[in-house]
């Protein structure tokens, strides 16, 4: 049983939130996968190395949802610090 109902809280939206973000941008990069210039179908047929196995590389177009998910968490992480360290809560 807690105490302070306030950590309860934040506890609940430092969880939640993030985690409804995540499922937003996956589901939005399910339908926009990569961002697109003039190059990109020739960056996605273009092979650069073969690898045994008959593995090809190709310098594909790096998807948007890595990027707003990687940006996302490193944001969260700093904003999760700066929160803590301001609101002064004991970990």
């Keep these: ?38 190059d990109s179908e020739k960056r996605k047929e273009r092979i650069h190395n073969r690898y045994p196995g008959d593995i090809e590389e190709r310098e594909a177009p790096f998807p948007l949802s890595l990027i707003l998910i990687i940006a996302g968490t490193i944001l969260w992480a700093f904003l999760y610090i700066i929160g803590t360290g301001l609101l002064g809560v004991k970990i």
């Design 1 to 38: 049983m807690r105490f302070y109902t306030l950590l309860n809280f934040q506890h609940v939206i430092l969880y939640l939130i993030p985690s409804l973000i995540f499922i937003l941008i996956f589901g939005l990069a399910l339908g926009y996968s990569h961002f697109y210039g003039n």
